[in-house]
C-alpha cells in the first residue's frame, strides 16, 4: 500500500486551554477555514468541558472531535474520571492516550496507555497514541529502545483489526512546546522504525493502513516538508492548534500533497 492510501490526519491538542465559550468560537473559525473539504481528516480535540460546546458546532462538518484522555474502565468509582462512553455520548471520534505531559506529571506508564487503548478501541474510539524520546534519551542514542518499548507496551493486545482505527503519533518530548522542531530526516527515520515495529506485531498488510503522525513545534513553516515523508501521515499540533488560521493553514498543506 502506498502513502496515498492513507488519508492525513491533522488533529488539534488545545491542551489546558478555552473554556467553553472560546472552545466553540475557535471551532467555529475551523469549521468555517477547512470544514467543508474532505481531502484531508480533521480533528480538534478540548479539553473534557468544552467538547460539548464544540461537538455542537462541528457537527455535520468535515471537522471530528477528540479528547485529550480517558479513563480505562467503563463507569464505577473512579471520581474525576471520564470513561470512553462519556465521549461517544458526545460524538467524539478521537482520544489522544499517553501524552508525554500525562506520562510526565500524572505517572502513567506503558500499562496504563495499554489499559486505555484497548478500551477507547472497544468503544469505537480511535486512539492517538502518544510515544517519544526525552533529549537525554536521543543523546544517548536510546530512540529506537524507547519506542519499542513504548509502542509495544501501548499496544498489547491490539491486533491487525485495529489498523485503520489506530493512530501512533511520534512526539519527541523534547520539541514538544519549545519551538524546536524535528527535522524531516529524523523525524521520517523514526516513523519508518514504528511503522516496521507495528509490521512486525499486526503484520505488515495491517501496518500499512495505521498513521504515524508527527508532533513536536510543527507549524505552517515547516509542514510541508515533514508532511511530505514517506511515513509521516498527518500532525498532532499544539500551540498552532489555538489559532484558527495557522493550524488550516497545516490542513491546507496536508491537502496540497493528498493531490
Ligand atoms: P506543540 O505540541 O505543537 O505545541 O509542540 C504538540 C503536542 O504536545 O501534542
Redesign the pocket.
Known amino acids: 500500500m502506498s502513502k496515498s492510501a492513507r488519508k492525513y490526519l491533522i488533529a488539534g ?1 488545545w ?1 489546558m486551554n478555552l473554556n467553553s465559550a472560546e472552545g466553540a468560537e475557535l471551532a467555529k473559525d475551523v469549521v468555517a477555514l477547512v470544514g467543508a473539504q474532505t481531502d484531508v481528516a480533521v480533528c480538534v480535540c478540548p479539553t473534557f468541558t468544552v467538547l460539548e460546546s464544540v461537538s455542537k458546532v462541528v457537527s455535520g462538518s468535515n471537522v471530528q472531535l477528540g479528547a485529550q484522555n480517558m479513563h480505562f474502565e467503563a463507569s464505577g468509582a473512579y471520581t474525576g474520571e471520564i470513561s470512553a462512553e462519556m465521549l461517544r455520548h458526545l460524538f467524539a471520534n478521537f482520544v ?1 492516550l499517553g ?3 500525562r506520562r510526565e506529571y500524572f505517572g502513567e506508564t506503558d500499562a496504563i496507555v495499554n489499559k486505555k487503548t484497548l478500551a477507547a478501541l472497544a468503544a469505537n474510539l480511535k486512539p492517538i497514541v ?1 510515544i517519544g524520546e526525552t533529549l537525554e534519551e536521543r543523546e544517548a542514542g536510546k530512540v529506537n529502545e524507547v519506542i519499542k518499548t513504548q509502542l509495544e507496551g501501548a499496544l498489547v493486545g491490539v491486533t491487525a483489526a485495529a489498523a485503520d482505527a489506530l493512530v501512533v ?1 511520534y ?1 519527541p518530548v523534547w ?5 524546536k522542531t524535528a527535522t524531516p530526516e529524523m523525524a521520517e527515520e523514526v516513523h519508518a522504525e514504528i511503522r516496521s515495529l507495528l509490521a512486525a506485531s499486526i503484520g505488515a498488510e495491517a501496518a500499512d493502513k495505521v498513521r504515524i503522525l508527527y ?5 505552517p513553516e515547516n509542514a510541508d516538508e515533514l508532511l511530505a515523508q514517506e511515513n509521516i501521515d498527518g ?7 489555538l489559532k484558527a488560521s495557522s493550524f488550516a493553514a497545516l490542513v491546507e498543506s496536508a491537502q496540497k500533497l493528498s493531490k
Open positions: 491538542n491542551k489522544i501524552h508525554s505531559e502518544c503519533a512526539e520539541a514538544i512546546g519549545t519551538g508532533g513536536g513545534s510543527m507549524k500532525g498532532l499540533i499544539g500551540g498552532a492548534a
